[in-house]
Nanobody, 121 residues
Framework: QVQLQESGGGSVQAGGSLRLSCAVT????????LTWFRQAPGKEREGVAR????????YYVSSVEGRFTISQDKDTNTAYLQMNNLKPEDTAMYYC??????????????WGQGTQVTVSS
């Protein structure tokens, strides 16, 4: 089992930036991906960025590509999500997750507790 703890959420104005952190504890198998999901009120949880720690390969959904960057620090077992040019529609609870590489929440084995991001216009 992997434990995940997010931090770094907050409130910003449109066009601003935030960096989310995900502290990872436990063994990450080679096939495991770390994925950032988000869920806005009344909407389904969606994956937005993921990284394959073994290869450092990164993937993004179109709505965040070019604005968000996922990265990892293997020395501290921390994953990051740098979010630039934030938009009001990015407002959501953001979750760090570990599991099979994919965008579906069903691919997740372990979830963090989430961190709130609020973007005002």
């Amino acid at each position: 089992q992997v434990q995940l703890q997010e931090s770094g959420g907050g409130s910003v104005q449109a066009g601003g930036s935030l960096r989310l952190s995900c502290a990872v504890t436990g063994y990450i198998a080679r096939k495991t991906c770390l994925t950032w999901f988000r869920q806005a009120p009344g909407k389904e949880r969606e994956g937005v960025a993921r990284i394959h720690p073994a290869t450092s390969s990164t993937y993004y959904v179109s709505s965040v590509e070019g604005r968000f960057t996922i990265s990892q620090d293997k020395d501290t077992n921390t994953a990051y999500l740098q979010m630039n040019n934030l938009k009001p529609e990015d407002t959501a609870m953001y979750y760090c997750a570990a599991g099979v590489c994919g965008w579906s929440p069903r691919s997740v084995r372990d979830w963090g507790q989430g961190t709130q991001v609020t973007v005002s216009s």
